[in-house]
């Protein structure tokens, strides 16, 4: 049996994000997680669809999973695109179909093989909801799946079973043709052939109640950290040099060559990738830091997910997600929270701080705005209050003016001595 | 004998504190502190004259002890307003005249009651003071008060004797006539009126050398804090949890539910109110902080009043007075001393921070200037300064426009590379 | 045998550093330090060439040394002009000039002494220098000095000796009678009188391997640490009183009246001047602290040299020279960093923070950039970015407007409600 892996997408929710493939959880990349979990499930044949923009980080990672890269030439064809780009690849044997939109545990992959072994023609992978959720929705009768209702309103719900893409056809060829004959050329394409292959084929649903998560928003990693820091396991590496006075309290994954000074506390869970250094007072809690990162003095990062190579000196990070090589500078801080405390950015959360994509330098205490996205490659000045998105490639000032003037005020030496005294 | 606490006040020289007779000290607020005095002192027959705004909390609070709250319809009265409003309250027993405005220790209200023993009219307490102080000075005569005379001027002091608001009168009647037929329509009409009761009846002073503290301003209820500090027994509540990395030094009450995490350090004399969690690496230092608060990392408290439900977040807070439910975001920052380090808004005090009403949001790195008065119901953006006084129901923003241009810099890998090196 | 210690500059290229001389490192000046090595290679007739507005300063410290100071009239006419003030001063000993713009090691000074045992006119300290200096090349023919040419630029050296002015006149009144006939007015003029002079006389290098440091731009000051951190006696003052909790690491000198409090980490190298206060959680690495500093919570000083009398408070210093009298307002941040990682202000650095004179206010949350210079006397008020060159004496603010609308958002209390439960 093949199994192929959609990792061609461009990831343009998750902006500034670069690829979602290669946001490492606890040391391994999402996409290094998904061709495991289709190894353990069994895989040896695995195709991975990538494209233009990711295929050689991508063929870099296949090979140590043996897996094949195709790439998709149009991705304005989106996941039909996809599979149809894999047709030359693909013969009678069965085919297995994961996103790397849907994250799921492993067990689910072999939930859908093991229900494959009787003898319907589909199997749709679908987890069950107890509240309305924006998806598809499967229509079932007699165990056989009739249609896919997308989005169908709170209340409309023909089930509460939700499509997941972890999809099984008995005969990918047909799953082809249906693909091409479509009619439809917009993004629902493959739902479409998905609908009109039900018509002529017995689909079943393997229902699934592990975790589950989409990785279309930014937000999206965040919430995916509960479960790679609940499967993570505690420990120190023996490189890894801690201060006797620095505190590492719960679960907390600390790796070779890291650095712990005098008075740093981690508060797990929390990660600590390779030869990072979280120096002086510093604070890290339910946070994944990557590899080669400084969490200098008096830094708090909470909640958040960092890439490699990031820098941070006297700063707050709450509830941010950010690329590789980025520097912040004293005092800069990254907002979480609307003075109202209400919801941010349509994310369903009221505590998110903005988003950074790779190679960004922000100035000296300058504010950030909760859910901001910063794009890549871009240079923020000090002192400033971004409270806009920012382009990728942008290099971003204020208007600030000072205005100089002789200094008539004069100080008074005895208010000096006072205070200096009145110090214990 | 009745007492009469006179709590109808609107604290307009206190604003944006909302009202004064509710500011907790230690766990207790200043009216309780108040009729807990007058209990000690024997008084079972207490007389509370409250305003429309704060009747009904002044009513929960009432009784507790047993105290009957009568309200003073028109606040313009003044002190004559409220005597005036007990009058169908009062009989031919004495009466005993104590304000909110003027807090003694309990001893004071013992030693005007022993006074009282002897045959005199009326007994006025009066603090000894040994410079000049802009107050009321008694003019005495062979033992007897002749005339009070507001704010004499320094080197015209009639005595060493300023009066403090804790009044005994033999025969309330006589006050009350006096008040209905005063001249004055005036702030002082109570003043006048006992002038022209002096003219008949004998009034003496009881002098009194111990606390006296007028809490007009809001920084009087920094200058209070002393007091209850001393009163303090220092205990931290079995219930609370305090890690062991943290520090308690000096005279320091920690109640029920408290929580302290590594490294924060609790400087005496401090009060931590209930179910308050001070975070890692914070310091709170001759501060009472009240309930359900969060001292978040990395933040000073200094020599200030907190009220409940006050969240900070690596905040500088000192000399600082405010009120409840209020949020600062990362790095916002009360300010407390001038750049000429002189006296700050005619208090008296070189370092004073801001003054806050309630329900009051603060943006990440805004810096509210010495002295300020922010209002209840306001929120202020980030990046800020606030130099200016700020009305309650304000939403405070600046002008601040990004410039955005294309980010024609590039980055040196190898000064980073050297960078990193040098970390140890 | 007389020295002359040239030390009438005005530290033109240092501003705003007011005067290096008296720059202290480790508890010592600049100019006691070179009084003493002077004295410990035995010479006992030291001449300072001060200018008027050094000259008392000087004169306190050259009293405890047995030194006479000569004022320079005209400070125009530079080291040529120095040494013709002395003249009356001379006799026909020999004469040995050291300027205060050169830092050597004492055994320099011992070495010229030995070398001038054999019997040429002239001797000049030169260091061996491996890549190219921009500085005066000595061109040597047969062991004897034949030219002095000044930044021949790379390749173009006569050799790897590089003139250092501590320099032998066997003869001192042939240098003067050369200095009075030199042709030139320009601040060159002691090096064509010695140019003029190696027609006649014979002058030698002695080679020179040890510390030298020319003083003259501010960084300077930093690069001249690591020298002063080695000679360092590492030792903590009975005196003084650090918390148990506070940390101590690497070689650290702690003077008399120090106080470091709880979870203060102070990271050697670093000099802590006498009474200075190292506060909560500060951090204190690589830096020489004056006397009665205050280095409050939550502030780092990193790689710094920071003169007497200096407060910071929750400050990031990095990289940073300063005088005396200073006092920063929380969040203050001193940048030493620029975005794009390159050098700062040609000083050869890719780190360096703003330099200050003395007697400065800095207001909280404000930003200054890398390199920048700060005249003393001056005040910059808060919230600002510094990125310009202040002039001393100067008050410097923003063009901040608030725009103040009523406050139409209203606060959610369960989402408060919520945030308090996850806090852990």
Not at 104 to 124: H, I, M, N, T, W
Not at 361 to 386: D, K, Q, Y
């Amino acid at each position: 049996m093949k199994a192929l892996l959609l990792a061609a997408g461009r990831s343009r929710r998750a902006k500034p994000i670069e690829d979602k493939n290669f946001l490492k959880f606890c040391g391994k990349t999402l996409i290094e997680f998904q061709l495991e979990s289709l190894q353990s499930a069994g895989f040896q044949d695995i195709l991975i669809a990538a494209g233009e923009h990711n295929k050689e980080r991508i063929e870099g990672v296949a090979a140590q999973y043996g897996a094949t890269v195709i790439q998709q030439e149009n991705l304005d064809d989106g996941m039909a695109g996809a599979v149809l780009a894999t047709e030359s690849h693909l013969n009678d044997e069965a085919l297995f179909i994961v996103s790397s939109n849907d994250v799921v545990e492993p067990r689910a992959y072999e939930s859908v093989l093991k229900a494959s072994e009787s003898g319907a023609d589909a199997y749709l992978l679908a987890t069950q909801m107890d509240s309305y959720f924006p998806g598809g929705y499967l229509k079932v009768d007699n165990g056989q799946i009739t249609d896919i209702i997308e989005k169908p309103g709170a209340g409309n719900e023909p089930s509460n079973l939700v499509n997941i893409v972890l999809h099984f056809f008995r005969k990918p060829d047909t799953l082809i043709s249906a693909l091409k004959s479509s009619s439809s050329n917009d993004d629902d394409r493959y739902e479409v052939a998905l609908d009109q292959l039900m018509n002529e084929q017995r689909f079943e649903a393997v229902a699934y109640d592990g975790m589950w998560q989409p990785v279309k928003h930014p937000w999206h990693v965040l919430d995916l950290m509960p479960y790679f820091f609940n499967k993570m396991e505690a420990s120190v590496h023996p490189s890894a040099e801690i201060a006797e006075s620095a505190r590492i309290n719960g679960p907390v994954r600390i790796e070779e060559g890291v650095k712990v000074f005098d008075n740093a506390v981690i508060q797990g869970p929390a990660y600590i990738g390779k030869n990072t250094v979280v120096a002086n007072n510093a604070l890290v809690r339910g946070s994944i830091i990557g590899d080669d990162c400084v969490v200098g003095y008096a830094t708090e990062v909470a909640r958040s997910f960092i890439g490699d190579d990031c820098w941070f000196h006297s700063n707050y990070v709450g509830d941010t997600v950010m690329g590789e090589n980025n520097s912040f500078g004293a005092g800069a801080v990254c907002a979480n929270l609307r003075l109202d405390e209400k919801e941010i950015s349509k994310s369903g959360r009221n505590k998110l701080g903005p988003i950074f994509g790779d190679n960004i330098r922000v100035g000296v205490n300058t504010s950030i705005m909760p859910g901001i996205r910063v794009g890549s490659n871009t240079m923020v000045t000090s002192g400033l209050v971004v409270a806009e998105d920012i382009e990728p490639g942008k290099f971003v000032h204020g208007k600030t003016e000072l205005i100089i003037k002789d200094n008539r005020a004069s100080l008074d030496e005895s208010a000096r001595e006072a205070m200096k005294k009145k110090l214990s």
